[in-house]
């Protein structure tokens, strides 16, 4: 199968994703096109509705596009079937979610190791207690979800995401379930991270501020791309 090499980790064509209605068809997306640079932050923006959240999917591959091409890391997406883009996503990519998505019955320390195990990593405890002291709960690394707050659960989460050394990492609305005071704390943490790991950051967002501190900023609106903001900050 044909890889596409270059600087750019995420190559989108002319895509387009429609779903079927009572009476024909929805179009989501209408021809989204656009590139993402290695090492770069991105963040969509746009009302709900817009289309961000099915662009966001598409892009990590948990659905398939009704037309148009999806390059990821040079592995042509759109071609792939649902065990091969699984697969994928298991080897370059990380997520984190609004409503964080740990298990119920695993502690925060096993939450973190679980994606290390299902990659085959020898080393996920050592990895895990590592990541774990970074985002500053080492205290907790035996205290199940249910037993930590929303910004504790969510720095786990980050964790997680972080533990495979993923290419790529896709963040749905991170600091969505958050105060001010813990999401600020969130965004600070997801960005030492993403910098210390070169880590590329696609990240959907509602929140304009976070947004900013990204390098390029999509705006979407009805399904198009309707503005595209160069933006540059080193901290946040």
Known sequence: MPEVKNENIIIVKNLIKRVNINNGHLEILKSISFNVKRGETIAIVGASGSGKS?????LAGLDSPTQGEIYLDGA????????????LRSQKVGFIFQSFLLLPSLTALENIMLPAQLAGIDNAEQLAQQLIEKVGLSERFDHYPNQLSGGEQQRVAIARAFITKPKILFADEPTGNLDSGNGD????LMFDLNREHHTTLVLVT???????????VLTMAAGLIIEHVAEYSDVV
Not at 54 to 58: F, Q
Not at 76 to 87: F, G, K, N, S
């Open 185 to 188: 704390k969130i965004a600070q």
């Open 206 to 216: 509602h929140d304009l501020q976070l947004a900013n501190h990204c390098q390029h």
């Open 76 to 87: 042509p997406l759109h071609q792939l079937d649902e065990e091969q883009r699984t697969a």
């Open 54 to 58: 099915t662009l966001l999917g598409l």
